[in-house]
């Protein structure tokens, strides 16, 4: 089993539809965010980015918002599937501090 | 994965012992850094580094020395075990290519400490 993720907050979605996964962030010299998908026994992997002076950025299934004005980053992901069953959490940094901050993640359960 | 390895995966060790986690990548990145992971906790810094023989400490950086000899690694010591560093430690590299600058990272070390 992994250490990581004993007490997250959980979100069970059922298979198609659609998920929402919250982060508040701290900094407010924050100007980049990204979020990251941690599989059992895995390293994080990179998902999506978006640039403080943007407030919506698509990928692939992925949407990322992001509201300066209260601090709130929101991973969007369409048609959720079983595999995208796993933690996700965001990061945020001040661009040339080379320094990140990391959420503590929510676990995101796919339902058949 | 950005050519990142860590080695060993997996460790058990005894109270009072020193460990030393590797770090390795191939792709010549400057910044590499060294988190822990717990549970109820985000990602925590330990140390990092911007260049050889060039490294800074973290936020929970008691207990833990590193060194950068050559740009491909970055090794984690933990001078004298204790169980509170029992953790999953992770390495991770910065890659900043014009839009993106994102913080790749590595599989993992399990270490357990008895």
């Known amino acids: 089993g992994e250490s990581v993720g004993l007490h997250l907050p959980t979100l069970s979605v059922q298979e198609g539809d659609n998920s929402i996964i919250n982060c508040a962030y701290s900094?407010?010299?924050?100007?980049?965010f990204i979020w990251y998908k941690q599989e059992s026994g895995k390293g994080p992997q990179f998902i999506i980015d978006i640039r403080s002076n943007m407030d919506k950025r698509q990928g692939q299934r992925v949407t990322v918002l992001l509201n300066k004005t209260v601090k709130h980053l929101s991973l969007q992901i369409a048609a959720t599937q079983p595999g995208d069953s796993a933690v996700y959490f965001c990061?945020?940094?001040?661009?040339?501090?080379?320094?990140?901050?990391f959420g503590t993640g929510t676990r995101l359960k796919v339902l058949a | 994965d950005a050519g990142i390895t860590q080695s060993p995966r997996h460790k058990v060790t005894e109270t009072g012992t020193p460990v030393t986690l590797r770090c390795h990548q191939t792709e010549n990145h400057r910044y590499m850094y060294w988190y822990r992971q717990d549970p109820g906790h985000g990602l925590r810094l330990i140390h990092y580094s911007y260049g050889v023989k060039d490294t800074d400490k973290g936020e929970v950086s008691d207990g833990y020395s590193v060194s950068r000899s050559k740009t491909e690694d970055f090794l984690l010591t933990l001078e004298s075990a204790t169980s509170s560093q029992t953790s999953v430690y992770f390495c991770?590299?910065?890659?900043?290519?014009?839009?993106?600058?994102?913080?790749?990272f590595g599989p993992g070390t399990r270490l357990l400490v008895l």
């Open positions: 900094n407010s010299a924050s100007d980049y």
């Open positions: 991770a590299i910065y890659s900043g290519t014009g839009e993106q600058e994102t913080q790749y």
């Open positions: 990061a945020e940094t001040d661009s040339g501090t080379y320094k990140y901050i």
